[in-house]
């Protein structure tokens, strides 16, 4: 039996290569991702959800994040942020406006820091249209796009039938196409059925997808789930909106659940608060906080304590660890009390809320109007405003 060597100099044209030589070459590391847990550096993704179940505030949110490096939904890193295209099949420029705003002033940003945020809305951009391919492509090698994001699918289709594999292999292939000409990732938004959370159509579709983010509703939650080819499965997480009528501002958000909700909210508004803040003015279980408040960080939170380790360095303690410096500020050493810290004009006020029969940090007040962390809001008398 000939060897491959002997066998590859009569192939005209190899397209083959040995795995032993793939192997050789140095390790390309771990996946690496253009959004942490949701979306992988230059694949195919494609966010998925029923109707009416934020797609496109989900969408908009991750553009904002990308191009400004922020976190997106309030909890996903951007390790390389840049320019951002997004073609909008079913907003208008004054529907982007006002969400636009909404989601900036949600953030604090200055809305000039949008500028690598770049939109096409209602043009009636079609896959199936050379002219139109041929104008994506160039714009996908104009700029060194983070991302490109095609919102909605079927609206972009043209006359093909979804369900046809024959009809949607094409314009599968072309948004292939695309991003290797963009060398970036390419996003689809898709629709579900109303009963499930595979895409609607054709089965290539869940074929193609190299990250999915789905949105999904489950026991009056609404849940968003990230699954990828090359890596692991990521939530679900509670996706939540959270709309101030007010500030006319929208804060999307993904956590783990209703203490990690309430301690990035509390964030928000405190940025500089410590670990103790937190956990004091949210009177929540102190352990538990503090990995939130660490995991909200990014890791950089104050770390959960250990057992005091006051000796000597050198000296040990039976049944405890071996002494050393102390781990971290405010430790004493045994038989002697702390001074007392006087607690006023440390903590954000706080007000007893007559609904919930329970008193409530005050998040803020304006015009007249005092706004609680449960929601609530306590309108002054006219004489006291």
Same mark, same amino acid.
């Given at each position: 039996m000939s060897t491959p060597e002997e066998l590859i100099p009569f192939c005209e044209h190899p397209f083959f290569e040995s795995a032993a030589?793939?192997?050789?070459?140095?390790?390309?590391?771990?996946?690496?991702?253009?959004?942490?847990?949701?979306?992988?550096?230059?694949?195919? #993704?494609?966010?998925? #959800? @029923?109707?009416?179940? +934020?797609?496109? +505030?989900?969408?908009?949110?991750?553009?904002? *994040?990308?191009?400004?490096?922020?976190?997106?939904?309030?909890?996903?890193?951007? !390790?390389?942020p840049g320019p951002v295209l997004l073609v909008l099949e079913e907003s208008g420029r004054a529907a982007i406006h006002r969400r636009l705003d909404k989601l900036v002033?949600?953030?604090?940003?200055?809305?000039?820091?949008?500028?690598?945020?770049?939109?096409? #809305?209602?043009?009636?951009?079609?896959?199936?249209?050379?002219?139109? @391919?041929?104008?994506?492509?160039?714009?996908?090698? *104009?700029?060194?796009?983070?991302?490109?994001?095609?919102?909605?699918? *079927?609206?972009?289709?043209? !006359?093909?039938?979804?369900?046809? @594999?024959?009809?949607?292999?094409?314009?599968?292939?072309?948004?292939r196409q695309l991003r290797e000409a963009s060398d970036s990732s390419v996003l689809y938004v898709h629709h579900t059925p109303h009963d499930g959370t595979r895409q609607r159509g054709t089965s290539?579709?869940?074929?193609?997808?190299?990250?999915?983010?789905?949105?999904?509703?489950?026991?009056?939650?609404?849940?968003?789930? *990230?699954?990828?080819?090359?890596?692991?499965?990521?939530?679900?997480?509670?996706?939540?909106? #959270?709309?101030?009528?007010?500030? @006319?501002?929208?804060?999307?958000?993904a956590s783990e659940g209703e203490l990690e909700e309430r301690v990035r909210k509390y964030l928000d508004e405190y940025p500089e608060a410590s670990a103790n803040d937190v956990v004091k003015a949210l009177g929540t279980g102190r352990k538990k906080t503090l990995e939130v408040v660490s995991k909200a960080r990014g890791g950089s939170g104050s770390e959960i304590p250990e057992p005091p380790r006051n000796y000597p360095s050198g000296r040990e303690r039976e049944g405890g660890s071996a002494g050393g410096p102390l781990r971290a500020p405010g430790t004493t050493p045994d038989g002697s009390l702390g001074e007392v810290v006087p607690t006023s004009g440390n903590h954000p006020p706080m007000r007893m809320c007559e609904k919930h029969g329970r008193e409530t940090r005050v998040e803020r007040v304006a015009a007249g109007v005092t706004y609680l962390a449960c929601g609530c809001f306590v309108i002054a008398p006219e004489a006291d405003r």
């Open positions: 030589k793939l192997l050789s070459e140095p390790d390309p590391g771990p996946t690496p991702f253009l959004v942490d847990e949701l979306i992988v550096e230059r694949m195919i #993704a494609v966010l998925v #959800a @029923q109707a009416k179940r +934020w797609k496109t +505030w989900t969408l908009l949110d991750l553009g904002i *994040a990308i191009v400004t490096g922020e976190k997106a939904l309030g909890r996903f890193d951007v !390790p390389t002033r949600g953030r604090a940003l200055d809305p000039s820091r949008l500028a690598d945020l770049y939109f096409a #809305a209602n043009l009636g951009v079609r896959l199936d249209s050379k002219d139109w @391919q041929e104008r994506l492509l160039d714009a996908g090698r *104009a700029m060194p796009w983070r991302l490109i994001a095609l919102d909605p699918l *079927a609206r972009m289709t043209g !006359p093909g039938d979804e369900n046809l @594999q024959k009809d949607m292999a094409p314009l599968l292939d072309y948004v290539d579709l869940e074929a193609y997808w190299e990250s999915k983010i789905t949105i999904y509703d489950s026991n009056e939650e609404r849940l968003l789930k *990230a699954e990828h080819r090359e890596a692991e499965t990521f939530g679900p997480f509670e996706l939540s909106l #959270a709309f101030d009528a007010t500030t @006319q501002t929208v804060r999307p958000r």
